[in-house]
């Protein structure tokens, strides 16, 4: 069935610093790539998403690019801040009713 | 606050019981999708409905259905409840489709105990 791998489970980074979060899918129907920040409690909310037709998008300190042939896309957080540590899940829509999550990365800014 | 309403917010209830979930997606939308999220886990894709029907199955065991009414509100029915069961147990609205029309409004959650 469909599947969303995603890595690492866990990131630790020095504030100021980068950190990437890499997914990879298995339906090559999916055509919508969304990542979502869910903070200790708190609900998932969208931070950034990403149609097939497109490669890159950036959205001021976040950005995520798609590689379709490879069927892996990626979220680049620059710059990072306390306030960014939380968990991180990319999703891939597998045809428009089903949208399936990767398992998750905790990340840790530290200060 | 992202419109989708849940209810109870918690629950407590004892193994062998039967519990209902309830979810009123934001106004306008037409798609209901329910996840369970386990202590330190993903987001496990249950089931999703548009307009009042099925429309896509994930991981769902039988002791579990779920329907959406002419009102669009939705009902996440647990039975024979395990302790396994316990978890987190999301609501997200859209108005179609993601694949069509993007993100997923999530609700607060309803966290279910099971003892």
């Known amino acids: 069935g469909e599947n969303v791998e995603q890595h690492p489970s866990t990131l630790s980074v020095q504030e100021g610093d980068s950190a990437v979060i890499k997914c990879t899918y298995s339906?090559?129907?999916?055509?919508?790539f969304p990542w979502y920040k869910q903070e200790l409690g708190k609900r998932p909310q969208l931070i950034i998403d990403i149609r097939s037709n497109v490669g890159e998008k950036k959205d001021q300190r976040i950005a995520v690019t798609l590689n379709k042939t490879a069927k892996h896309f990626s979220l680049h957080i620059t710059e990072t801040q306390p306030e960014d540590s939380a968990v991180y899940f990319c999703?891939?829509?597998?045809?428009?009713?089903?949208?399936?999550f990767g398992a998750g990365t905790r990340l840790f800014v530290k200060a | 606050d992202s419109g989708v309403t849940q209810t109870p917010k918690h629950l407590i209830t004892a193994t062998g019981q039967r519990v209902t979930l309830r979810c009123s997606p934001r106004?306008?939308?037409?798609?209901v999708y329910w996840y369970q999220q386990s202590l330190d886990q993903g987001l496990q894709f249950l089931i999703q409905y548009y307009n009042g029907e099925e429309r896509a199955k994930g991981n769902i065991l039988e002791r579990f259905s779920a329907q959406q009414f002419p009102d669009l509100h939705s009902e996440l029915n647990l039975s024979s409840l395990e302790l396994g069961d316990s978890a987190l147990y999301f609501c997200?609205?859209?108005?179609?489709?993601?694949?069509?029309?993007?993100?997923?409004?999530f609700g607060e959650g309803s966290r279910l105990t099971v003892l």
């Open positions: 339906d090559s129907a999916s055509n919508y």
């Open positions: 997200a609205s859209s108005l179609t489709g993601t694949g069509r029309t993007g993100e997923l409004f």
């Open positions: 106004s306008g939308d037409l798609s």
């Open positions: 999703a891939a829509d597998t045809g428009g009713f089903k949208t399936i």
